[in-house]
């Protein structure tokens, strides 16, 4: 009778109750597990959260820090335009409620055995990874930086102490040769140092103490940025503000004794203060996992955002090794364009091939003005306007002061809209080609 | 456009880097290394072998990954390449001059 009777049971249900039963279930429960909860890990679980069916996903984050800072702050920090408290916040404000928020340093990844290990002895079983850990400054890399004299003649202004440091040592400075430097490529955000420079012109002429400081950019580079047109017009810009350029300088170490950088070929820059951007990293995590380049950057497909060693695991942001900005704008259109991948990977579709390296990133150049520039992988920044073709109202490579009130801006798009994962309005992922010189930059 | 070197023609780029690799060989390296002041021995040539190397498995190149290979010290390959080491090697090694990152 008994078998009978369950069969009748059964019988009568209708369709949906084994459907919702069984997803219902935890243990069969699917999970998605992001690591890193900077730019691109908070993006990537607000944009996740709305479009995983709740009833089959489950979402975790993983963040060992409890602050969420807004990087692109750390610049205007050291010229007191920011304030402490305007660059950074609580980062679980940003995380979307129904996501699970570990505050746990992260000890190991396991990709075969789809498993992520953190500090305290937790497992945390994956389907699907989204390695989101950023890249971090590696003063130690340079014999002599991260030494005695480090935040105090020597400083850093990519983290939130060296930036805090750094004000302070301006605000009672008397003078002297101040050296920006970059210690060797990829670095975060590779526009900063040269805003750095420009930001330290400025501030200094307010100050009515310019004619007391030397200010001099070090780069290992052939010119001020990485793409010739840009670099041109970067160049005269230094040339007017009066800063001098010292290029193709592969630094080997600080003598921090005698206040010089010495290259490995022998040339010496004399500092009073040393603002350099140390080697950047990826994380320790990545390198413990083995899933690491030389710098430890997760070598990712270029225009789908899967690793290349792990068909289940996707990368952005900077802990990739793509050959893109390390910048929040290029990690916000990755993000746009993985959250569709991550869609069709679920689904069994082809990734879609078309992340183009798209960056967008203002330049701060002193004075209350700023420049523009929008480039992919294969186009270098152009003149033109943005973001509506022939009408802007930002100028692309130009000086304006529009521009600089969008970067200010920014700020608040940034905690409001960006991080939030919605969308910025006439902004898209890929670049648009409307509105630009192209043809002025192939003369 | 061309140029010719050693008694071969080959094409190279504006600069003077080859732009096809499968036209190099060491008698063209010798010559392009002289123009560039450089007289080449077995230490010169490890470096080349390593960065055709390099270039065959299409790894980035980088003073770091230089100073890692464990072929050379960096105060060595400066010395054997004076001014532009990565630049100068690149050339004579028929590679394209290694793009500056992003």
Redesign the interface.
């Given at each position: 009778m008994c078998p009978k009777l369950t069969i009748v049971i059964f019988a009568d249900l209708p369709f949906e109750y084994f459907y919702q039963s069984k997803s219902h279930n935890l243990d069969i429960m699917k999970n998605l597990v992001i690591l890193g909860a900077g730019t691109a890990g908070t993006m990537m679980a607000n944009h996740l959260i709305g479009k995983l069916p709740k009833d089959e996903w489950k979402i975790t984050i993983v963040d060992q820090y409890k602050t969420h800072y807004y990087q692109p702050g750390f610049l205007f920090l050291p010229f007191d335009i920011y304030t402490t408290d305007q660059v950074k916040k609580k980062g679980s404000k940003f995380i979307p409620k129904d996501a699970r928020y570990i505050q746990e340093k992260i000890e190991l990844i396991v990709p075969e055995e789809n498993k992520v290990q953190l500090e305290k002895g937790e497992e945390l079983p994956y389907d699907i990874l989204i390695i989101a850990t950023g890249t971090k400054i590696a003063p130690e890399e340079v014999e002599g930086m991260k030494g005695p004299e480090w935040h105090k003649s020597v400083f850093d202004f990519y983290t939130y102490e060296g930036a805090k440091a750094l004000r302070d040592k301006f605000r009672e400075w008397k003078g002297g040769k101040l050296v920006v430097h970059i210690t060797e490529m990829p670095i975060k955000c590779p526009v900063a140092p040269l805003e750095f420079a420009f930001l330290a012109d400025s501030y200094f002429k307010n100050k009515g103490m310019r004619d007391k400081v030397d200010i001099t950019f070090v780069t290992p580079l052939g010119g001020a940025f990485t793409k010739p047109k840009a670099t041109q017009a970067l160049h005269h810009l230094l040339t007017d503000k009066g800063i001098k350029e010292v290029t193709d300088f592969n630094i080997e170490r600080v003598d921090y004794e005698n206040n010089k950088i010495i290259d490995y070929a022998e040339t010496e820059v004399p500092y009073d203060i040393l603002v350099t951007v140390p080697t950047n990293m990826g994380d320790a995590l990545i390198e413990r996992s083995g899933l690491g380049d030389d710098l430890n950057y997760v070598p990712t497909n270029k225009a789908t955002l899967q690793t290349e060693a792990h068909e289940n695991i996707f990368a952005l942001g900077d802990a990739t090794n793509l050959p893109a900005s390390k910048a929040g704008s290029v990690a916000h259109f990755e993000a746009e364009i993985l959250t569709e991948n991550i869609l069709r990977y679920i689904k069994g579709e082809p990734l879609k091939e078309e992340f183009d390296g798209h960056a967008n990133c203002f330049i701060e150049t002193g004075d209350g003005k700023a420049l523009l520039i929008d480039f992919n992988y294969t186009h270098e920044p152009v003149e033109g306007t943005f973001p509506f073709p022939g009408v802007g109202p930002l100028n692309l490579l130009k000086e304006s002061r529009m521009n600089h009130m969008g970067k200010l801006a920014f700020r608040w798009i940034y905690w409001n809209m960006l991080i939030k994962g919605i969308h910025i309005p006439f902004v898209s992922a890929t670049m648009s080609e409307k509105g630009k010189h192209f043809e002025e930059t192939e003369a | 456009m061309d140029k010719t070197i050693a008694q071969a023609t080959v094409s190279v780029d504006q600069e003077g880097y080859l732009t096809d690799f499968s036209q190099w060989n060491k008698e063209i390296g010798t010559e392009i290394a002289k123009e560039q002041g450089i007289e080449m021995t077995d230490k010169h040539w490890a470096i080349i072998d390593y960065i055709q190397q390099k270039f065959k498995e299409e790894e980035p190149l980088?003073?770091?990954?230089i100073k890692?290979s464990g072929v050379i010290d960096?105060?060595e390959?400066?010395a054997l390449f004076?001014?532009?080491?990565l630049k100068k090697a690149t050339m004579i090694a028929g590679i394209p001059k290694p793009k500056?990152?992003?």
């Open positions: - | 980088s003073i770091r990954g890692k960096i105060k390959f400066y004076p001014g532009g080491p500056s990152c992003i």
